[in-house]
């Protein structure tokens, strides 16, 4: 992993585990600078909003 697409300012839009046919061809080691900070990046959007999950329901 990881298969990537991109936006059309050629930023990473998403990863994927296996090549997608016609939108995730494009294969990046796990390592690249590109790959680290969108991950960097996803993560923290989602541990934000697992926290505001938490605040809504409890």
């Not at 991109?6 to 494009?26: K, V």
């Not at 923290?44 to 409890?58: S, Y």
């Amino acid at each position: 992993m990881p298969y990537v697409t991109r936006n059309d300012d050629g930023e990473i839009a998403g990863l994927f585990e296996q090549p997608q046919e016609g939108y995730g061809e494009e294969f990046l080691p796990d390592d690249a600078a590109e790959v680290v900070e969108f991950s960097a990046k996803a993560n923290a959007v989602l541990a934000d909003l697992r926290e505001k999950l938490k605040k809504d329901w409890l």
